[in-house]
Structures are given as C-alpha cells and as structure tokens.
T-cell receptor
C-alpha cells in the first residue's frame, strides 16, 4: 500500500536548535518525494523535492531507500520556520500525491 | 511563475443551494488539476483528479454527483458543490500540475472557505 507517515503531529524547538521532521513512506515503485510547507494564512508551497537534492531556506532532505525515509532537516531553526510541514509521495498514473498528516513546527524564541 | 488562483476565496451559502469554485492556472497550462478538502489542523484529503477534456477521477468515498468537477480547458477547472449541507463546510483547495514533463509537482491555489448555513 502507498502510504506516508509523519509520526510527529507537533514539534517544538528553540531558535538556533537543530530540527528534524520525520517522514517515512511505503511504496513498491521508485518513489518521488516532496516536502511542502504551509505558513500561517498562506497557501501550500513546495519546499523541497528529492530529485533536486537542493537546500532551500537551510532545509535539506535525503531520500534513504533502505529506511524508506525522507526526513527534513535544518541545523539551526529560525522563528520564521514555524509552519505546517507536509511530506508527500508521488504515486500512480494520474500523478497524484499521497500526503502525510503533517507536522506543525513551532520555533520558540 | 506557476501561479494558481481560486475564486471565490470565501463563500457563505444556504443549505440546499449550489456553489461553484473556480481554479485557474495563470501562467502555465495544467494537464491535471486536483481538488482537496482540508479540515482544521488536519492534512489534505484528495477529493478528485481532473484531466483536461475528460471525466474526473474521484477518490473513494467522495460523491461525484455532489461534487461536480469540470476541467474545460488547460487553465480552468471548476468544483460545484451541489445541494450543499452544513457538513460540506470546509476549506477547499485546488492544485495544478504543469503540462510540461512528467513531474508529480503540484502548484496550489490559496483555497476557498465554504460555509454552509
């Protein structure tokens, strides 16, 4: 079954601390994984995609096929990183995304 | 680039009436558009996938006669909530996938808050 699991509903860290938002997936094919972010009162926007292997706003995410994980990391969290983060898996012929339940990140001053 | 708009941003309607929500890709052609519901502090629930010029594919448990989707052009998809009930009150979000390439990447609209009284 195709599934995305984000085990933490809420993650609270202090400014400057490292942060890791966990994402595990279940998919029999070759996965295409994304992290989307939703800041307060804003639309969902793409943060990272695994095929780009890029760093956006200091965030990185590495696909680990052995552990079927795509955890999102940032070494030093900032207050403006406070948002809802969703991990998503691309699956199916109609190119739909399978979504995790999201993790709310709160970065405290 | 890759901007998706939705109209209206907020709508209040009476129970039993129908409401139409528009989703437009402003600067790209969208082969596929997706319609989601988002409940407060919860994840996205995919309702249906629409491809330009063909019938929408609905997710399990979504009533296609209640949530009518039309994808008439490569830049416009509409969702009509028919005979709305208070339980249909929700935040409806559309997204669009670019015609170019085979990526799964979706661009999201700002959402429409529907309140049925």
């Amino acid at each position: 079954a195709q599934r995305v699991t984000q085990p933490e509903k809420l993650l609270s860290v202090f400014k400057g601390a490292p942060v890791e938002l966990k994402c595990n997936y279940s998919y029999s094919g070759s996965p295409e994984l994304f992290w989307y972010v939703q800041y307060s009162r804003q639309r969902l926007q793409l943060l990272l995609r695994h095929i780009s292997r890029e760093s956006i706003k200091g965030f990185t995410a590495d696909l680990n096929k052995g552990e079927t994980s795509f955890h999102l990391k940032k070494p030093f969290a900032q207050e403006e990183d406070s948002a809802m983060y969703y991990c998503a898996l691309g699956a199916g012929n109609n190119r739909k995304l399978i979504w995790g339940l999201g993790t709310s990140l709160a970065v405290n001053p | 680039g890759a901007v998706v708009s939705q109209h209206p941003s907020r709508v209040i309607c009476k129970s039993g009436t129908s409401v139409k929500i528009e989703c437009r890709s402003l600067d790209f052609q969208a082969t596929t558009m997706f319609w989601y519901r988002q409940f407060p502090k919860q994840s996205l629930m995919l309702m249906a996938t629409s491809n330009e010029g063909s019938k929408a594919t609905y997710e399990q448990g979504v009533e296609k006669d209640k949530f009518l989707i039309n994808h008439a052009s490569l830049t416009l998809s509409t969702l009509t909530v028919t005979s709305a009930h208070p339980e249909d009150s929700s935040f409806y979000i559309c997204s669009a996938r670019s015609r170019a390439g085979g990526s799964y990447e979706q661009y999201f609209g700002p959402g429409t808050r529907l309140t049925v009284t």
